[in-house]
């Protein structure tokens, strides 16, 4: 079974993904920022990491970053909206997969996760 | 449709743990592909990528897909080598029309979880605004308020991709406003100032209004908040231009000015792609300035990069330099930024000393929890308290019929620690149920605000006790009611500022509202300082609208007559107000809280005020009921629904057209022989025993009252069929069910 990481400080968002990718097979593990989430990427392995950027505590990009320098195989999704182009490229530069636009459905999400999964 | 799909892809998309094999699948699927592989080296996976990785491929593809198409299935690579190219074709006429929204249903989990948290995050704007209202320069604290408008904005988007309600529309429009304004606050670290703190609290009260229409289904016309958003983003500039590099260190604003100057020019430059003389030029010297002014203020890093930057100008390609530029721009910004940091901490180093980190950790000490759980739970420890009755009986037994005493006592012995346990988990289940009233409290502030201003008067309002706690069913019953209450209070209690000002009062009305525990009830009282209900008027009117007759009413007492109030259609208001008609009569007030078993006193005193008090029981998890037999079956009714019970001789009971009625207090009633309904044989040969519900007009006929008991009881399970009358079941100690009659209602 595929083994998701679920990040947002958002308990809407962070539902939204659990309960699309849940759909599709996938254990969803969710963190409310990026600390949490660093702490469970490094006590699990992932197949894929969905994470906000604007998160209080570490955001998504420090986040992405840190996660970078334990592991370069486990493709990462981050979730951004329309007007964070920069923070796009500043994503794809840290080493983000690719990204998702806010705001979006389970079949959205789903579509773009099966791009970067098998 | 033909495509030409290249494939250039290297070490940067390995660095993105991407596999473009993937794509390459992808692509596949569309239609038919020939794909000829030039270069294959894919790292392993527990490999570092490296420059010698690299994947190049073309791919002929023929398909029904649109460009736009294949550029959205390839847009993580798009930008790291790979190129598309028509080869057959017109991408025209392929184009869909995507534009067409469709409205759809929202899935209910998530509306239910956008509802509860934009409550959540609608009460934690209000108290971060408060908090920054006091200390507009706090970048935390704008950081928090940013955060909330950017999440509502999130979540609110989410709904509004299902469906265009107008509601949201508003409230997407607002937090998205909000939110750029907060951002640039935070980011220029330059704060905020009271007044825009005064807009963004205006902009939550509306935004409560919307979610409140948005909850209920309804329309609100909102846009008048669109004056607050121009203010706010207007106030925002001014505060900007002023604040330029001011009360910064020189050396810091000057880099903060050039670079403001420079990197949007520099964008607008490298999105065109070609440059002419002058705008070379251009680059040129505002390379050279920065190259300066870094090396004068010591900044070798970006220097050095600078002067990189400056040798590869026109020697490297244009596409490259520009990159080269935009990572420049954003260490620039980044140093900008650092450094605004640093001095804010220098100015504000008192506030760093208090600085707490528990406000970036959740605070909430509270646990949400389904309701439905919690009325599980509820359901469980009922049963738990009849098991215990039954383990009791069973001690009796072991004594009696299985002759083993000695095992009997034991069990007795130990009874009594069970019995504690289970009356503790019965008060702590109780409890889960119970919420401040502050949540519904908390909204009177506005209502006031909004009331006052519209009926002209001035009003300040005083709450106490807002930490009272009661069952939450019964906070979400009385919401109504109350407000109803307080808009009576302004509306038709306090006076205009003129005429308290010629009657010698404070100028400003006062109205308190006021909750605390009274043994096993919570009473809420709402007052007012106002001129008090005019008895006379009420005569007069009742009179007027036929309720009573001349010569009733000139028996009836003051207080009696101040009952009048609660009856149906009664209003004492000259004219009607634009407030009248919205919500609901004193008539409703009255029945909303006898139905959950409480009480409505008034008290009024002329030209000092009313007090209006709502006895209400702190909880409807348990509830009392009156076990009535008929024939050999015992039944349950609610006790708050019983308002008098009397037993009368058969042979008192007339028949009115075929309607079987008692005289009673001078009223008739009619009454209900419930058991012939029900098929019931009934005992009672020479007195029968009414029950009478609250407002003196029916009787139910029931053989004999036995007693009341506190209990819990739940709904009829679905699968039983039960006549409309059964309301719910109940169990007894001995394990025996009773079925609970709604007849009074």
Same mark, same amino acid.
């Given at each position: 079974?595929?083994r998701?990481l679920a990040v947002?400080?958002?308990?809407t968002?962070?539902n ?5 990718l ?5 254990t969803v593990?969710?963190?409310?920022n ?6 469970l990427?490094k006590k699990?392995?992932y197949?894929?990491?969905i994470s906000?950027i604007?998160m ?5 990009l420090?986040?992405?970053k ?13 979730l951004t909206?329309e007007?964070?182009a ?8 840290l ?13 959205d ?8 999964v098998? | ?5 290249k494939?250039?892809?290297g070490?940067?998309?390995f660095d993105?743990?991407?596999d473009?094999?993937?794509y ?6 569309l239609?038919k592909?020939?794909i000829?592989i030039?270069?294959e080296?894919?790292p ?8 010698e ?5 073309d791919?002929?593809?023929e398909t029904e897909?649109?460009l736009?198409?294949i550029k959205?299935?390839l847009e993580?690579?798009l ?8 080869l057959?074709?017109?991408?025209e006429?392929?184009?869909?029309e995507?534009?067409?929204?469709k ?8 509306l239910?979880?956008?509802k509860?948290?934009t *409550? $959540?995050?609608l009460?934690?704007?209000? /108290?971060? !605004?408060? @908090?920054?209202y006091n200390?507009?320069?706090?970048l #935390?604290? %704008?950081?928090e ?10 979540n609110t ?5 299902y469906s265009e ?9 607002i937090s998205?406003?909000a939110?750029?304004v907060l951002?640039k606050?935070?980011?220029t670290?330059?704060g905020l100032s ?7 609290q205006?902009?939550?009260d ?7 229409a948005f909850s209920?289904g309804k *329309? $609100?016309?909102?846009?008048d908040?669109? /004056?607050? !958003?121009? @203010?706010l983003s ?5 505060? #900007?231009? %002023?604040?330029?590099g001011?009360?910064l260190p ?7 000015n050039v670079?403001s ?6 964008r ?11 705008e ?14 870094t090396k004068?203020?010591?900044?070798e890093?970006l220097?050095?990069?600078?002067r990189?930057?400056q040798n590869?100008?026109g ?7 520009c ?12 140093l900008v ?10 100015v ?14 959740s605070?909430s000490?509270?646990?949400?929890v389904e309701?439905s759980?919690v009325q599980?739970?509820?359901?469980i420890?009922?049963?738990?308290s ?5 383990i009791h009986?069973?001690?009796n037994?072991?004594?009696?019929v299985y002759?083993v005493?000695?095992?009997?006592k034991?069990l ?5 620690r069970?019995?504690?346990?289970m ?5 702590t289940?109780?409890e889960?149920r119970?919420?401040p009233v502050s949540v519904?409290?908390d909204?009177?502030?506005k209502?006031?605000r909004?009331l006052?201003r519209m009926?002209?008067k001035?009003?300040?309002l005083e709450?106490?006790g ?6 939450k069913v019964?906070i979400?019953k009385?919401?109504?009611?109350m407000i109803?209450l307080?808009?009576n209070?302004?509306?038709h209690g306090i006076e205009?500022?003129?005429e308290?000002e010629?009657l ?5 009305g ?5 909750a605390?525990q009274?043994g096993g ?6 007052s007012?300082?106002g ?8 005569r007069k009117?009742?009179?007027?609208k036929n309720l ?6 000139s028996?009836?007492?003051d207080?009696e007559?101040?009952q009048?109030?609660f009856?149906p ?6 004219q ?7 919500g ?5 007030v009255?029945?909303?809280i006898r ?5 409505v006193?008034?008290?009024t005193?002329k030209?000092?005020g ?16 009156l076990?009535v037999?008929?024939?050999?079956i015992?039944?349950?009714?609610p006790?708050e629904d ?7 001789s058969?042979?008192k009971?007339?028949?009115?057209k075929g309607?079987?009625?008692?005289y ?10 419930v ?6 044989k ?7 025993t ?8 029916k ?14 009881v739940k709904?009829?399970?679905?699968v039983l069929?039960t006549?409309?009358e059964?309301?719910g ?5 001995d394990?025996s069910?009773v ?5 009074l209602?």
């Amino acid at each position: 079974m595929k083994r998701a990481l679920a990040v947002d400080d958002s308990a809407t968002m962070r539902n939204l993904v659990k309960i699309a990718l849940e759909a599709e097979g996938f254990t969803v593990d969710t963190a409310g920022n990026g600390q949490e989430a660093l702490e469970l990427a490094k006590k699990n392995n992932y197949d894929i990491v969905i994470s906000d950027i604007n998160m209080p505590v570490m955001d998504g990009l420090q986040f992405l970053k840190e996660f970078r320098e334990i592991n370069k195989r486990t493709p990462v999704l981050m979730l951004t909206t329309e007007t964070e182009a920069r923070k796009k490229e500043e994503a794809k530069r840290l080493g983000a997969t690719g990204w998702i636009v806010k705001p979006f459905k389970p079949e959205d999400l789903v579509k773009v996760v099966k791009r970067v999964v098998r | 449709m033909k495509y030409l799909i290249k494939f250039r892809l290297g070490k940067s998309v390995f660095d993105r743990a991407i596999d473009p094999r993937f794509y390459v699948e992808d692509l596949q699927k569309l239609g038919k592909a020939e794909i000829k592989i030039i270069k294959e080296n894919i790292p392993e996976p527990d490999e570092e990528p490296s420059d010698e990785h690299c994947f190049e491929a073309d791919i002929v593809l023929e398909t029904e897909s649109s460009l736009e198409e294949i550029k959205e299935l390839l847009e993580f690579i798009l930008e790291d080598g790979v190129e598309i190219e028509i080869l057959e074709g017109n991408n025209e006429e392929k184009r869909k029309e995507k534009n067409k929204q469709k409205s759809e249903e929202v899935p209910q989990a998530l509306l239910e979880n956008y509802k509860l948290e934009t *409550e $959540e995050i609608l009460s934690r704007l209000r /108290n971060s !605004l408060e @908090e920054l209202y006091n200390a507009p320069g706090s970048l #935390e604290l %704008i950081n928090e308020v940013f955060r909330s408008f950017h999440t509502l904005k999130g979540n609110t988007g989410l709904i509004l991709s299902y469906s265009e309600e107008p509601n949201l529309k508003y409230i997407h429009e607002i937090s998205h406003k909000a939110e750029s304004v907060l951002q640039k606050a935070r980011d220029t670290g330059i704060g905020l100032s009271q007044r825009h703190v005064e807009i963004l609290q205006e902009l939550v009260d509306r935004l409560d209004d919307l979610f409140l229409a948005f909850s209920e289904g309804k *329309e $609100e016309d909102a846009e008048d908040i669109f /004056n607050l !958003l121009d @203010e706010l983003s207007s106030v925002a500039e001014k505060k #900007e231009e %002023i604040k330029q590099g001011e009360g910064l260190p020189s050396d810091v604003s000057a880099l903060f000015n050039v670079t403001s100057q420079y990197v949007p020019v520099f964008r607008e430059l490298c999105s065109k792609g070609e440059l002419n003389e002058e705008e070379e030029e251009f680059f040129r010297r505002s390379l050279i300035t920065l190259h300066k002014l870094t090396k004068e203020l010591g900044f070798e890093d970006l220097n050095k990069k600078i002067r990189n930057l400056q040798n590869a100008f026109g020697n490297i390609d244009f596409k490259q330099f520009c990159e080269n530029l935009e990572e420049l721009a954003i260490d620039l910004q980044k140093l900008v930024d650092s450094k605004i940091l640093e001095s804010k901490k220098e100015v504000k180093k008192e506030e760093k000393k208090t600085f707490d980190t528990s406000k970036y950790v959740s605070k909430s000490k509270y646990l949400k929890v389904e309701e439905s759980i919690v009325q599980n739970l509820m359901d469980i420890v009922g049963e738990l308290s009849v098991f215990k009755e039954w383990i009791h009986l069973f001690s009796n037994k072991l004594q009696k019929v299985y002759n083993v005493p000695d095992a009997s006592k034991e069990l007795k012995d130990n009874m009594h620690r069970f019995r504690s346990l289970m009356d503790n988990l019965q008060r702590t289940v109780l409890e889960m149920r119970m919420v401040p009233v502050s949540v519904l409290f908390d909204r009177f502030p506005k209502l006031v605000r909004d009331l006052s201003r519209m009926l002209g008067k001035k009003v300040k309002l005083e709450i106490e006790g807002d930490d009272t706690k009661l069952d939450k069913v019964i906070i979400e019953k009385i919401a109504e009611p109350m407000i109803h209450l307080v808009r009576n209070a302004i509306d038709h209690g306090i006076e205009t500022p003129e005429e308290r000002e010629a009657l010698g009062k404070q100028i400003e009305g006062q109205i308190k509202i006021k909750a605390f525990q009274e043994g096993g009830n919570v009473v809420i009282e709402i007052s007012d300082d106002g001129k008090g209900i005019d008895i006379e008027k009420i005569r007069k009117k009742a009179v007027e609208k036929n309720l009573y007759k001349e010569e009733e009413i000139s028996r009836m007492s003051d207080e009696e007559v101040l009952q009048i109030i609660f009856q149906p259609g009664f209003s004492t208001k000259d004219q009607a107000t634009e407030l009248s008609g919205r919500g609901v009569g004193m008539d409703v007030v009255a029945n909303t809280i006898r139905n959950l078993g409480g009480e409505v006193i008034i008290k009024t005193q002329k030209s000092l005020g009313t007090t209006v008090k709502l006895i209400l029981p702190l909880t409807l998890a348990i509830r009392k009921i009156l076990l009535v037999r008929m024939g050999d079956i015992i039944f349950g009714v609610p006790a708050e629904d019983v308002g008098e019970v009397f037993r009368i001789s058969r042979d008192k009971v007339k028949s009115l057209k075929g309607i079987k009625v008692v005289y009673h207090r001078g009223r008739v009633l009619e009454l209900d022989f419930v058991c012939d309904r029900l098929g019931i044989k009934s005992t009672s040969n020479g007195t029968i025993t009414l029950l009478i519900d609250n407002s003196l007009t029916k009787g139910v006929v029931v053989d004999e009252v036995m007693s009341t008991i506190d209990t819990v009881v739940k709904p009829v399970p679905s699968v039983l069929q039960t006549p409309p009358e059964i309301s719910g079941v109940t169990i007894l100690g001995d394990g025996s069910i009773v079925y609970v009659l709604e007849v009074l209602k």
